[in-house]
Nanobody
Framework: QVQLVESGGGLVQAGGSLRLSCAVS????????MGWFRQAPGKEREFVAS???????????DYLHSVKGRFTISRDNAKNTMYLQMNSLKPEDTAVYYC?????WGQGTQVTVSS
């Protein structure tokens, strides 16, 4: 059974940092794209970042425009874990953050940024 478990969320002041983790169990997804999404209250879930393997040690990453330069997505295939380093956080980054691979989703982790 595939499980994705997010962790690392919390309450932080504007300008602060958090590092989210997504631990995957049940199978490996080394060659599949993985991503982070978020959903703020009253809003639809939106794409935040993705990472996919392109061969060798090269990975392609993609980001929501508003987080480019502040967030960094990475993965450790040996640990079957994906990360999202979030710096210079803003109140508008407040949301539940979900990790995703193929049709699998985690339960989400709350990120709250106070002004």
């Amino acid at each position: 059974q595939v499980q994705l478990v997010e962790s690392g969320g919390g309450l932080v002041q504007a300008g602060g940092s958090l590092r989210l983790s997504c631990a995957v169990s049940g199978r490996t997804f080394s060659n599949d794209a993985m991503g982070w999404f978020r959903q703020a209250p009253g809003k639809e879930r939106e794409f935040v970042a993705s990472i996919r393997w392109s061969g060798g040690s090269i990975y392609y990453t993609d980001y929501l425009h508003s987080v480019k330069g502040r967030f960094t997505i990475s993965r450790d295939n040996a640990k079957n874990t994906m990360y999202l380093q979030m710096n210079s956080l803003k109140p508008e980054d407040t949301a539940v953050y979900y990790c995703n691979v193929k049709d699998y989703w985690g339960q989400g982790t709350q990120v709250t940024v106070s002004s």
